[in-house]
């Protein structure tokens, strides 16, 4: 069976989190990775300073995964050892956005393949516009809460997870270790594909949304109820609709992903070795 027919035949999540694993171990030769991360739009150079990239796999030869939908979205399951220790991290460049219509254990494959891996932690980024005018492109902000507009959940039946901190306080102290300055935000995720009207950013705002995009929230249910602590970091790659001047583009967003890259990825990795050794 394929994978995508894996996916689309009935078979559980949780079991098939459990095979992706399986061929992770087999493919990178890595037991147990403590720490996944998931590029978002901006951050695909993040993995190159964290350390020794120990092997690279083709995320569609993992099952469950799919090729991606979007240029600048690389589709590469990473497995990197943290320079000064012995710890590994998995670098999930493959996500797979609920707007491409494959349902949401699409969505959440990637984050429950982390935890089957062993990762006990897992930092979700992504590209995003901003509510804030005083928040312009090639700024990071942390997640500190989301508002999840999907009208969807990642979990299936009566699964009851607490969503109370998180967006782990621990780990956003850790952020702020190695950058004091960095703000906090509340993200509201959107269905997308289409960016949102300036009345709906207005929305937002009021709903008390600090940041809007296309990812994150989702997968930081499914990791929670995965067990895993989890930390988010957003890139403003442009002004939300109706908050700066100019009209959205996708050209700005890679745009903002190449002139902060080199930044954001330092920064990611500081965040990185100072999560493992907070252990
Ligand atoms: I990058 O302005 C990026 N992703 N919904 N709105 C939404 N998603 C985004 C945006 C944005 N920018």
Redesign the pocket.
Known sequence: MSDSAALAADIDPLDLAADAARVVRERTGVPTHEVALVL???WSGAADLLGEVVATVPAHEVPGFRPPAVAGHVATIRSIRLAGCQAHALVLGARTHYYEGHGVRAVAHAVRTAAACGARTVVLT?????VNPAWGPGQVVLLRDHINLTAASPLEGATFVDLTDLYSSRLRAIAHEVDPTLPEGVY???T?P???TPAE?RMAGILGAD?????TALEAIAARHAGMEVLGMS???????GVGQSA?S?E??LE??RDNGERISKLLAAVVGRIISSR
Do not use: R
């Open positions: 978002g739009s901006g992504n590209g995003c516009g901003s509201a995720q959107f997308g289409h960016y949102e950013v940041l809007v995009g296309m990812s890139l403003v790659t442009n002004l939300a609709a959205l996708h700005e967003v903002a992903g």
